[in-house]
């Protein structure tokens, strides 16, 4: 099985939309450079939705033409609809996601759509990027557990990875959107899709509502997972779903990984400096369970300076 | 394998002994009123060691006394030595742990003793407890990494745990001292210790440091380990591992277990009482990862009081 673990940041996206402070696309812009200065080369950069609905992602077309342009990073966006992909693939994005959420209510709520039709419209989208040579991506939101309606059952995950893959995508990525999925949920739902030839076909998108996200990669990771969503310092929650605290953060993840011997690229000690500039950012008080002892190691590192 | 998994609240010795703050005999037994009221059934009370030493521990003996007493709670007691043991017998105590440190310098700094004399006072100690009908175990502390002489090779760490065996210990409990532990390094531990027969006379002790201490549980429970330390809020640290912030929390613990559908006897909701009366009582701002969650749903549960 492959040593090798994508890391995609989701900090710009899933944190920022959550923020009572708006970034101007120049602070958007000196936090990606931040994350990319910590070594990060997967990164969501933002959402074309609608600037009245999420007016943290307003501008988001305009940032995707300033950002450092390189083959080895992989930017990516999220569209909600057929209009935000054209904004999107208008403003020169080469990935996009698409949210479909596992349950009736959660497509209601988030999106005013049935199941039947948000899944009808996010498999046009997956066909459509993929005639045009651009990455296409799904998210299957809620597919642990639903605010509104309980467990999702695994069937329903399964039939909606199903779905997206014949549609095109070259990514399922499989969140836990609340919070709320453990280690035996995690593994009940990848044993059906983490077939070995679907496996690098997977993401996981895990929050750490209830302290399990590192356990739930960990589950994860022993079905085949080689991606993982994660977003800097912990920022973000999901302003959708009451009580759901926090992205797992991209230093835990990145510190497990590499403490296991995995490797991400990234180097653990870097990520202090871009949790501190994206706190600066923000204004919001960052940092996952390790970055206290993360702190400190790199003060050791600088002779002392943070000890 | 067993759906039951023990949790060994460790807060009064573990957690207590590295606080500023000093209990008294009263307020050390409130405490322990207050994880018993939450379901707790496994705790370890404190530790016979020089008052001069850990003032926090002063008179274990005689809180032993005051204890209520009922079969269905095990407690325990640490003693150092062989004095200490004599104490915690004649104070009743039906449970001893001694500590052997797996590597030379901590024991030094630790207790002032060669890891060689360490084994042989705690072999001795082993044996004496078994010959008087108390149960005997064994921690042993700095298993996977040192702060004094980096990582410990698993060959120690299984000859050590083998030679308390030999020597009448019922149970060998593998001690993250440091939160150093990463679920890679847990299982190529456990995987030479946890074979079917011995994997029920195993605990594991993790501290939260670096934010994997529930990755590493569940990589224990794969292994077939089946008890585990914890202490109520995360309370507590190791005085004399510098950065090592936090045991793994009761609750962050017992939640994972609920939610995979393990059973330890303990009511997750029922913890974030204990959590705040231990926290009045230490003066220690406490609550592990899944805190804020489970106040909140005890607040529902209650009808919205905490919401």
């Known amino acids: 099985m492959s040593n090798f673990v994508t890391v995609n940041e ?28 910590s070594g ?21 077309g305009e940032l995707f033409k300033l950002l450092p342009m390189t083959d080895a990073v992989a930017y990516s966006a999220l569209v909600p609809n057929l209009r935000g992909y054209e904004l999107a693939r208008e403003a020169g ?34 066909q459509r990027a993929r005639e045009d040579g651009i990455q296409a991506r799904a998210y299957v939101a809620v597919a642990f557990e639903c605010p509104f309606e309980g467990l999702t059952p695994p069937s329903v995950v399964e039939y909606l990875t199903q779905r997206m893959f014949e549609a095109g ?9 609340i919070g709320a999925a453990n280690p035996r949920a995690v593994r009940e739902v990848l044993e059906r ?6 496996a690098g076909q997977l993401s996981c998108h895990f ?43 991209t230093e835990d993840l990145v510190l497990m990984l590499d403490a296991m011997g995995l490797r991400s690229g990234i180097e653990p000690l870097a990520l202090v400096d871009a949790v501190q500039r994206v706190q600066a950012l923000t204004g919001t008080p960052l940092g996952g369970h390790s970055f206290r002892w993360l702190d400190r ?11």
């Open 93 to 126: 994005v080469r990935s996009v996601a698409v949210v479909l959420s596992a349950t009736e209510t959660m497509n209601q709520r988030n999106i005013n759509m049935s199941l039947e039709q948000t899944t009808a419209v996010c498999a046009e989208l997956m």
């Open 207 to 249: 929050h750490d509502t209830r302290g399990m996200a590192l356990a739930n990669v960990l589950a994860a990771l022993e079905c085949g997972v080689r991606e993982f969503d994660s977003s800097i310092g912990g920022l973000g929650g999901c302003p959708f779903s009451p009580g759901a605290t926090g992205n797992l953060a």
């Open 169 to 177: 995508a070259d990514k399922v990525i499989i969140a836990d959107t």
């Open 40 to 60: 990060i080369r997967s990164i969501e950069v933002g959402s074309f939705v609608s600037p009245k609905a999420v007016p943290q992602m307003a501008g988001t």
């Open 193 to 198: 899709l983490a077939t070995p030839s679907a």
């Open 297 to 307: 190691q790199a003060g050791k590192r600088q002779g002392g300076s943070h000890v």
């Open 10 to 37: 989701v900090g710009p996206r899933d944190g920022l939309q959550s923020q009572g402070k708006t970034l101007s696309i120049e602070e958007r812009l000196l936090m990606i450079d931040a994350l990319l200065d």
